[in-house]
T-cell receptor, first 113, second 115 residues
Framework: AQSVSQHNHHVILSEAASLELGCNYS??????LFWYVQYPGQHLQLLLK??????LVKGIKGFEAEFIKSKFSFNLRKPSVQWSDTAEYFCAVNADNFNKFYFGSGTKLNVKP | EAGVTQFPSHSVIEKGQTVTLRCDPI?????LYWYRRVMGKEIKFLLH????????ESGMPNNRFLAERTGGTYSTLKVQPAELEDSGVYFC?????????????FGPGTRLLVL
């Protein structure tokens, strides 16, 4: 079975700091990769997604993620975080032949103003 | 365009009672998924409908859980009888597949607490 690991469970940053959240998955075949965000009191929203092509994917609100196939990773980055980025971030993976998502356990990001 | 909606937003019930959760997907989305997050752990897949048919129910915990999607529109997830370990947040998602690509859009979730 697939699994997704998010190594950072809780991250605290000051505004303007750079962010990198790790995501690793275990599946040797073709995968589709996603990052979702859940702001306090809101529902899960799609930040960005990768299906194929350029492994560097740009999403909303200045986020980007890089797919490194050899490392089975899809890390999320943002050069300068804002207080409004305080949220929980989820990495999700599905294999090309299966619809269901496998999620990581989530990373809570707290940005201090 | 309306997003995925779920009802109720919260439910508190006693062990042994029955609860029914409802999900209304985005109009036109054939795929409907149920997921669950227990106690801050990872969000886990429960099952997948394509229209009114169950495509994959490998994540359903046991036979106390029953999901339906009559007519291929909204879906219900019934837990009967509820146990303490059923507490968690139940998410619904819907999607359509275009050119081999599929993105799932999530509802706000139903927070279930079984006492």
């Amino acid at each position: 079975a697939q699994s997704v690991s998010q190594h950072n469970h809780h991250v605290i940053l000051s505004e303007a700091a750079s962010l990198e959240l790790g995501c690793n998955y275990s599946y040797g075949g073709t995968v589709n990769l996603f990052w979702y965000v859940q702001y306090p009191g809101q529902h899960l929203q799609l930040l960005l997604k990768y299906f194929s092509g350029d492994p560097l994917v740009k999403g909303i609100k200045g986020f980007e993620a890089e797919f490194i196939k050899s490392k089975f990773s899809f890390n999320l980055r943002k050069p300068s975080v804002q207080w409004s980025d305080t949220a929980e971030y989820f990495c999700a993976v599905n294999a090309d032949n299966f619809n269901k998502f496998y999620f990581g356990s989530g990373t809570k990001l707290n940005v201090k103003p | 365009e309306a997003g995925v909606t779920q009802f109720p937003s919260h439910s508190v019930i006693e062990k042994g009672q029955t609860v029914t959760l409802r999900c209304d997907p985005i109009s036109g989305h054939d795929n409907l998924y149920w997921y669950r997050r227990v106690m801050g752990k990872e969000i886990k897949f429960l099952l997948h409908f394509v229209k009114e048919s169950k495509q994959d129910e490998s994540g359903m915990p046991n036979n106390r859980f029953l999901a339906e999607r009559t007519g291929g529109t909204y879906s219900t997830l019934k837990v009967q009888p509820a146990e303490l370990e059923d507490s968690g947040v139940y998410f619904c998602a819907s999607s359509y597949r275009l050119a081999g690509e599929e993105t799932q859009y999530f509802g706000p979730g139903t927070r279930l607490l079984v006492l």
